[in-house]
C-alpha cells in the first residue's frame, strides 16, 4: 500500500463564523456578516460549495449569538418550498443549500475569544481525523476551486498544509507570512509563521489565506489557550508550534482571493464576479464603463 493509501481522507470541515463582524456594522448588527451577498449567494455558500466540491461531506460550524440564520439558510423552507412549487417554478435555485441529514454540525463558542478559540470549540466533532477549515469571509475563486487543489496536495504530502498567496511587499505586516524553505511547483516547505510582521521583518510576501487542513493534534496545542497578538487565541500561533513536529506546506492557490471582510475587497468581489457571470457580464460592464464616465 503507498503512503497516500493510508492517509485519512479530509471528510470535515470547519467553518468558524462566530466573530462579530464589526468592520460591517451597522449592517451586521442583526445579520452575520457571513450571510452577506456576493450577487445572490451568501459568503457561507461559496464556502460551502467549495467544500463539497473537495469531497468534505460533514460541515462544522462554530457559532454565537445571532448566528441562527447561517444554519436556517441550510435547512430546508418547506413554505417556501411548497410555495414555489405550486407556482410551477424551478426549485434547482436551491440545491446548494441542501445538506445531507446529518451532515450539518454546530457548536457554539460562547465568547468571541479568536480564530484559534473557535476552531478548539469544535474539538469534540473533529475527533481524531484531519479537518479542513474555511474562513467564509475569504472569497477565494479557482477552477478546481483551493480547497480541492489543497486536498490534491494533501494526498501527495499529508500532515499538515495552508493556501498562500503573494502580495505586494509593502502588504505583508497586514497579514500572517510564511517563513518559506524548499519549494516544488505550488508546494512550499513552511518554516516558520509569523502573524503581521513589519514590512522589513517579514520572512516572505506569501500571506496565509483563509483555507487549512491540520492535523487534529493541533486541538491540543490550542488546549493551552495562549494569547497572542490582539490579546486573541490565535490559529497562527498553535500551527507555529507544530511546525517541526508534522509536516507543514503552502500550497500557492492558483485563482483569486477577495477579502470580503473588508468593504473594499467586498466591492471588488461582487464586481469581479458579476463581471465573469454570463447572465449579468455584459449589462455590469457598460455600467461600469458608465459610472466611470
Ligand atoms: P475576523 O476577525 O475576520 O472576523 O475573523 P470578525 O471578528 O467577525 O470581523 P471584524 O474584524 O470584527 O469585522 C475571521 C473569521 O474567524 C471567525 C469570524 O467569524 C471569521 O469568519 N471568528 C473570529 C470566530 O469564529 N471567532 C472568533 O473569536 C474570532
Redesign the pocket.
Known amino acids: 500500500m503507498t503512503q497516500s493509501q493510508n492517509r485519512k481522507p479530509i471528510r470535515k470541515a470547519v467553518f468558524?463564523?462566530?466573530?462579530?463582524?464589526?468592520?460591517?456594522l451597522p449592517a451586521t448588527k442583526a445579520i452575520p456578516?457571513?450571510m452577506l451577498p456576493v450577487i445572490d449567494r451568501p459568503l457561507i455558500q461559496y464556502a460551502v460549495d467549495e467544500a463539497r466540491e473537495a469531497g468534505i461531506e460533514q460541515l462544522i460550524f462554530?457559532t454565537?449569538r445571532g448566528k441562527t440564520a447561517i444554519v436556517e439558510h441550510f435547512d430546508m423552507a418547506f413554505e417556501l418550498e411548497t410555495t414555489m412549487a405550486g407556482r410551477d417554478k424551478s426549485l434547482e435555485v436551491l440545491e446548494p443549500t441542501r445538506i445531507q441529514p446529518g451532515n450539518l454540525v454546530t457548536v457554539r463558542?460562547q465568547v468571541?475569544?479568536?480564530?484559534g478559540?473557535?476552531i478548539w470549540c469544535a474539538r469534540a466533532i473533529v475527533g481524531d481525523e484531519p479537518f479542513a477549515i474555511f474562513?467564509?469571509?475569504e472569497l477565494m475563486i479557482g477552477s478546481p476551486g483551493c480547497m480541492k487543489q489543497m486536498v490534491e496536495a494533501y494526498n501527495e504530502v499529508g500532515g499538515n498544509l495552508i493556501s498562500v498567496l503573494e502580495v505586494p511587499e509593502d502588504e505583508v505586516s497586514s497579514y500572517g507570512v510564511i517563513a518559506p524553505g524548499k519549494a516544488n511547483g505550488a508546494l512550499t516547505e513552511v518554516k516558520g509563521l509569523v502573524e503581521k510582521p513589519k514590512r522589513e521583518e517579514a520572512p516572505s510576501n506569501l500571506i496565509i489565506s483563509g483555507r487549512y487542513i491540520l492535523q487534529p493534534e493541533v486541538m491540543r496545542v490550542l488546549e493551552s489557550q495562549e494569547k497572542g497578538a490582539g490579546g486573541?487565541i490565535q490559529l497562527t500561533d498553535a500551527m507555529a508550534r507544530m511546525i517541526g513536529e508534522q509536516p507543514f506546506h503552502a500550497v500557492t492557490f492558483a485563482g483569486k482571493r477577495y477579502d470580503c471582510?473588508s468593504k473594499i475587497g467586498f466591492v471588488e468581489a461582487t464586481l469581479a464576479i458579476a463581471l465573469e457571470r454570463e447572465d449579468m457580464a455584459d449589462e455590469v460592464r457598460a455600467m461600469a464603463q458608465r459610472l466611470l464616465g
Open positions: 468558524p463564523v462566530a466573530g462579530l463582524g464589526t468592520r460591517f456578516k457571513e462554530v454565537g463558542q468571541p475569544l479568536g480564530l478559540h473557535a474562513l467564509p469571509d486573541e471582510g
